[in-house]
């Protein structure tokens, strides 16, 4: 296609759509599918959300263009979010910017950021967003290859420092879509040093920093000593909430980073609904026992996936966060996930799909109840999977 401009031209084939349409088929042809390939939660938002929103949304003074940067109201949650659950200080002021979902603030960012040709570090398998986001950009992806055996960390050693003196930007995502990984605070502390010295801005995405399981307390990446000075972290209401539908996120860190980033927002788009904000503040500030009954439910369905793979003869082990298995398979991802597709009504996401390092791997979901697990497991115990 001519058409369209080289940028365009140049993103990688999106699998997910490909697969979606596998799976539309077979529910046509009548297959009884057990989708385990959707990030989205499959529980709706909490009451008590959902009831701040019911009353925003009759207040005039709600329908009219919102703050560029957020309502006020909203940032201040988020700041006492922080201070109470992460106990890091935030000026509601200038370093916490509101997005409309934190997807929307990573593919903007770049823009920002890079100059064509400039080179953005990104995980490989990861969120694609880091990487069309940079070449949407016109900047230049490179690569850091998130290996089992080193625990889905990049290697800060492996990348040529011509490319680490060049790069602009660096992407990372703990707790890890798709790995399930976790990263530790002296993993944090290699990358501010990496970062400072190479004088790199790191956007730490924090997505599943609440859903977590078995006591593990996930890291803002702001609390290593520096990284405020080089560093904003992505955090989104969407996992925590059960609201990917409400479209709302916020970023929080440097202020300088988040002035760049809220340049281009200012110029693209016209902020979030301020009855979704208004919602969004009932989340922040509300109860948090929502949240742990959802990963007590989540819980239960990673045991029973888990449990269930071990007796297949998968080794896998339970991750301490997100809602997300990653799982060794033998050969191609994406002819595993096929088979299971055609062979059992299953859907799960072939690791590929998230960057040639996932190739070999794919990735379950826990959005499906514990019976649809265990019979999701009944099926694969037909096939010879190990
Ligand atoms: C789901 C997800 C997001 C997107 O969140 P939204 O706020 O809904 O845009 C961002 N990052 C990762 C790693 C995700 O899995």
């Known amino acids: 296609m001519t058409m369209y401009a080289d940028r365009i031209n140049s993103l990688p084939p999106y699998l997910f759509a490909a697969i979606d349409k596998a799976r539309q088929e077979a529910v046509k042809k009548g297959v009884d599918v057990i989708n385990l390939s959707i990030g989205d939660p499959d529980l709706p938002t909490p009451p008590h959300i959902v009831e701040a929103m019911r009353k925003s949304v009759g207040n005039p003074a709600r329908h009219r263009y919102p703050s560029y940067e957020g309502m006020l109201t909203f940032r201040i949650a988020a700041a006492k979010w922080y201070k109470k659950y992460m106990n890091i200080d935030l000026d509601p002021e200038n370093e916490v910017l509101t997005l409309i979902g934190s997807k929307e603030g990573i593919a903007h960012l770049p823009l920002a950021f890079l100059n064509p040709g400039d080179i953005s570090l990104v995980p ?18 490179f690569k850091m290859p998130l290996l089992g055996e080193n625990d889905f960390l990049p290697d800060l050693d492996a990348i040529p420092s011509d490319v680490a003196k060049k790069a602009k930007l660096m ?5 890890n879509n798709p790995t399930s990984a976790t990263a530790t605070t002296g993993f944090f502390r290699e990358v501010v040093d990496f970062a400072s010295e190479n004088e790199i801005l790191v956007v730490h995405d924090n997505a599943y920093s609440e859903m977590v399981y078995d006591g593990y307390k996930a890291p803002s990446f702001l609390a290593t000593s520096g990284a405020k000075d080089i560093a904003i972290e992505m955090h989104s209401l969407s996992k925590t909430y059960n609201m990917t539908g409400w479209r709302l996120g916020f970023a929080v860190g440097n202020r300088d980073i988040l002035a760049g980033l809220g340049k281009v927002k200012t110029n693209v788009d016209s902020g979030a609904f301020e009855a979704v904000q208004e919602a969004g503040i009932a989340a922040l500030s509300g109860p948090q026992t ?24 998968l080794e896998v082990k339970p991750p301490k966060a997100t809602f997300y298995v990653w799982v060794k398979v033998r050969g191609k991802s994406l002819d ?9 009504g299953i859907v799960a996401t072939p690791g590929v799909g998230f960057g040639e390092y996932g190739e070999g791997y794919i990735r379950f979901a826990l959005t499906q109840s514990v019976e649809r697990i265990n019979e999701a497991v009944e099926r694969m115990r037909k096939l010879e999977i190990k």
């Open 171 to 175: 992407f990372l995502n703990y707790p």
């Open 124 to 141: 490989d398998p990861g969120y694609p967003v880091y990487n069309i986001g940079s070449i949407l950009a016109d900047g230049k992806p």
């Open 290 to 313: 929502c949240v742990q009954e959802m990963n007590q439910v989540y819980k239960e369905r990673r045991d029973a996936l888990i449990a269930g793979l071990n007796d297949l003869g």
């Open 336 to 344: 595993f996930t096929k088979m299971l597709l055609e062979r059992s």
